[in-house]
């Protein structure tokens, strides 16, 4: 399989990770702040960064991020 979120988000850029979860850090990951950081690095050319379709289901399915709050 791909790798784990936790494998993912250490490869990112630390800056905008802590600005993307800023103030929700105490609470699981949500997609959508997974989707600011795939803009962030489309935006600055680095795509091969962004997880892959399989990577996110996987993600969603096993608890590792909520696809939304209730």
């Known amino acids: 399989m791909g ?3 936790d494998e993912w988000i250490a490869q990112q850029d630390q800056a ?10 105490g609470n699981k990951v949500l997609l959508n702040q997974i989707n600011w950081i795939w803009v962030n690095n489309l935006m600055n050319k680095k795509a091969d960064l962004n997880p892959s379709s399989a990577e996110l289901l996987d993600w969603v399915t096993s608890g590792q991020i909520d696809a939304m709050r209730k």
């Open 16 to 25: 905008v990770v802590a600005k993307t979860r800023a103030g929700d850090e």
């Open 3 to 5: 790798r784990t979120y």
